[in-house]
């Protein structure tokens, strides 16, 4: 668990991709020359991007090693760093700064949200989309599985922070922009069965925990969660699951 794995995180690609289709959808941009992607992954935004506006120069920025090589090796003609988005801005002004579920797990990131909008030209975008989630069953099944066995005391602080209200990102931003326009969507995904819940948390909100026990632990830990989650999540008339899934999208366009 020393870094992302690409392949499982994309195993639901068409779901964790949705989004970042829903965000780019709301983006109030005809042309663009410069756009960054942050927390591109494994490339599956950037690629919505490269199709919106094949004429841009898009730079995809990650944290991870092992997603960025997966980018390059799709998008061979994108240009791919590797940064913390914590510190990171931009080397030259952009038309947008795209961001899909990333900014979640940035400390501090509504002074990273409105140091970015500043960097922006006037009439610049930043679109950024969130999980919101974390009083979802599925996460409070993993603060309660943290909280109950010997590893307690090493993941009492894996749990992610609850995001600010809307207003919190409306009331940084607003002065510097034109507008800016916040929304909340529930996606409910279908998944095969409780496993499969496991399996996609795996490839982002268990990673945390995971990350912070030897192999035979996280074993424990996968089981002791697979537990709750089968207890949680119900099978629907067909046999497979609903996980319903709230995630905050913003776009703000500088003034």
Known sequence: MSGWDA?????????????????????????????????????????????RFPRAEIVGVDSSAEMLERARHILQ??????????????????????????????????RVLRELVEALPSGGILAAQMPDN??????????ETAEDGPWAERLAGAARKPLPPPAAYYDELRPLCQCVDIWHTIYNHVLADAPAIVEWMMGSGLRPYLALLDKSERQAFIAAYTSRISEEYKQLADGRVLLPFPRLFLVAVRA
Do not use: K
Not at 134 to 143: D, F, K, Q, S
């Open 7 to 51: 392949i499982l995180y994309l195993r639901y690609e068409d779901e964790r991709t949705r989004p970042a289709r829903d965000l780019l959808a709301q983006v109030p941009l005809e042309d663009a020359h410069h756009i960054y992607d942050l927390g591109c992954g494994p490339g599956n935004s950037t690629e919505l991007l490269v199709a």
């Open 77 to 110: 003609n994108v240009s791919f760093e590797m940064a913390d988005l914590g510190t990171w801005r931009p080397e030259r002004p952009a038309d947008l700064i795209f961001a899909n579920a990333v900014f979640q797990s940035v400390p501090d990131h509504l």
């Open 134 to 143: 974390v009083t979802e069953p599925a996460h409070v099944a993993m603060r």
